[in-house]
């Protein structure tokens, strides 16, 4: 049982280049969430997804950055025209459903340097 | 999503028993508890949830005060692979919001 999918695993990108991060939920899981870690900080929220549908983007930057979840196919957390503070690990989870009483299941993240 | 308040370092010997508390006194009745661990740069991983009584799994044991206000997860024996940043998140439906978690670390 394959568990939530992230690639690249590690990803360099020049400042003004796009940055493409694939996540695939674990089978069976249609909830999707991003979460961005910036060198020795927390993680943060950033958008929660199902199939087609944006649920809550609050986290996510004005700018430059959008998220989708197809029917079919991964989720893509794309970031447009990269700079040097995007470099962080950004991590995917993705759960059964949205009720209280599921857990997410993480992916090992996608590490990203802008240089 | 209520806010928590976790020390933000710990220590415990090897084989002993690590008790990590959290405070969540504006928990609502409605949201879990739930507990993560990151082991250092790796994805987070679930470790426990609960909602009033206490849980216990093949990892750790929760224990969940009647009001609900504080918890505290218990790793019965400890050893050199639980240093990790376990984070203490108090959630309902939606997204788990982070905070900046205790940083654990077994002595040998």
């Known amino acids: 049982n394959a568990g939530v999918m992230q690639n690249p695993r590690h990803l360099v990108r020049r400042r003004g280049q796009e940055a493409r991060l694939r996540c695939s939920p674990m089978?069976?899981?249609?909830?999707v969430y991003w979460y961005r870690q910036l060198p020795e900080e927390g993680l943060k929220f950033m958008v929660y997804?199902?199939?087609?549908?944006?649920?809550?983007e609050s986290g996510m930057p004005k700018e430059r950055f959008s998220a989708e979840f197809p029917k079919e196919g991964p989720s893509i957390l794309r970031i447009q025209q990269v700079v040097r503070g995007d470099s962080a690990a950004y991590f995917c989870?993705?759960?059964?459903?949205?009720?209280?009483?599921?857990?997410?299941?993480f992916g090992s993240g996608t590490r990203l340097t802008v240089v | 999503d209520a806010k928590t308040t976790q020390p933000t370092s710990m220590d415990c010997a090897e084989g002993r028993a690590a008790n990590l508390p959290c405070n969540h006194s504006?928990?609502?009745?409605?949201?879990?508890v739930y507990w993560y661990r990151q082991i250092h740069s790796q994805g987070p991983q679930y470790i426990i949830h609960?909602?009033?009584n206490n849980e216990t799994n093949e990892m750790a044991s929760l224990i969940i005060t009647e009001d609900r206000k504080s918890s505290t997860l218990i790793l019965p024996h400890a050893t050199l692979r639980d240093t990790a940043v376990y984070y203490c998140i108090g959630a309902g439906a939606q997204k788990l919001v982070f905070g900046q978690g205790t940083r654990l670390t077994i002595n040998p």
């Open positions: 504006t928990i609502s009745g409605n949201e879990y």
């Open positions: 609960g909602l009033k």
């Open positions: 997804l199902q199939k087609e549908n944006i649920i809550d």
């Open positions: 089978k069976g899981h249609s909830h």
């Open positions: 989870a993705s759960s059964p459903g949205a009720r209280e009483a599921y857990g997410y299941t």
